[in-house]
């Protein structure tokens, strides 16, 4: 395919909404499929040390088991990434319930989260915009909330992710998007518990059995979660779901991780200037995705912010605008 945006059609959702399917090019053949619904990276194809190139993200074939599925598999994550516990916080004096959709949590924005929105769109050059706005009151959020998303697909071999969002009221905004990755490529992908991991983080924030954090920051030294030299994902456990707190400067795009697959060399870095990245080793997958058979670096601020008072707020405000940059880059070696 030929350097820039090809647009398709995905199919209609069971309501008839038409869901489109853009394709960035960039001029080394790199790949990147994005659909309207979710902004869901359907596709994103990366060549091996041999020039192969392969879809390293996991998806669907069809648009209707992305509407069906659970897994958030590709997809932009909001209003709130990753849980708020007991589904509920405090703002300015009132109570706000939310849809309470992982047991009696509030998970990754609610039951139709951003991850189940149309979007539209707006291409532009090689990059791509999406647009959505939620309504005062979406799955129990304050305020009318104008979110915009830009994907970029560079000849450095680089996705950019750049989010925006404005507010009429006060409401917690932390956005992220969910692919999973692995780096083999879909015909030889088994297990990522072979791909080797560095993650720029000294602390980590544990949480309970639901995995709501406790609002402690622990150093990783002396655990298996430290990740700070590369080391086999499946070397300390299969069941990674750790939000870390990652070294940087408040403001500025840093290094936050690498992943490498030994067998075909490929490698992704993960840059952004959000303070906290999550790495889930996919073990609650399931059907046509065996557990563990991708892994997710979310970048994102820190987790249930709304109710521990010692994390960086998430709090939005009129007037402000919310803003966060990840950029995957992508090599061999």
Not at 190 to 199: A, F, N, P
Request: proline residues 5%.
């Amino acid at each position: 395919m030929r350097k820039g945006i090809q647009k398709s059609s995905f199919g209609r959702l069971q309501d008839g909404s038409e869901i489109d399917l853009y394709t960035l090019t960039n001029e080394n053949g790199l790949r990147c499929q994005i659909a309207t619904y979710g902004g869901i990276i359907t596709r994103l194809e990366t060549p091996d040390r041999a020039g192969r190139l392969a879809n390293i993200v996991l998806g669907y074939d069809r648009l209707e088991e992305y509407e069906t599925g659970k897994a958030y598999l590709g997809a932009i994550i909001g209003r709130v990434a990753s849980r708020i516990g007991g589904a509920r916080f405090t703002l300015d004096g009132k109570t706000f319930a939310l849809a309470a959709n992982d047991g009696r949590n509030h998970l990754h924005g609610g039951v139709r989260g951003f991850d189940r929105r149309v979007w539209q769109a707006a291409p532009d050059g090689n990059s791509l915009r999406l647009q959505y706005t939620s309504a005062d009151g979406e799955e129990g959020y304050p305020g009318t909330l104008h979110v915009a998303v830009t994907y970029a697909l560079n000849d450095a071999n680089e996705l950019s992710l750049d989010y925006e969002a404005v507010t009429d009221q006060p409401t917690p905004v932390n956005l992220t998007s969910h692919p999973y990755w692995n780096l083999a490529g879909e015909k030889e992908a088994g297990d990522i518990l072979g791909h080797e991991l560095t993650v720029a983080a000294d602390s980590y924030t544990p949480g309970d059995a639901e995995y709501i954090l406790t609002g402690e920051i622990k150093p990783v030294e002396g655990t298996p979660l430290d990740f700070r030299s590369p080391a086999v994902t499946g070397s300390r456990s299969s069941q990674h779901n750790t939000n870390y707190v990652l070294r940087q400067t408040a403001g500025r795009s840093v290094f936050a991780a690498k992943v490498r697959e030994p067998q075909s060399g490929r490698a992704l870095e993960i840059w952004t200037d959000q303070p906290c990245l999550q790495f889930y080793s996919g073990f609650f997958l399931s059907g046509k995705h065996a557990p563990s058979s991708g892994l997710c670096l979310e970048t994102q601020n820190f987790p249930d912010a709304v109710n521990h008072g010692n994390f960086p707020s998430t709090i939005l405000r009129p007037g402000e605008t919310y803003r966060h940059r990840t950029v995957c880059r992508f090599s061999t070696g």
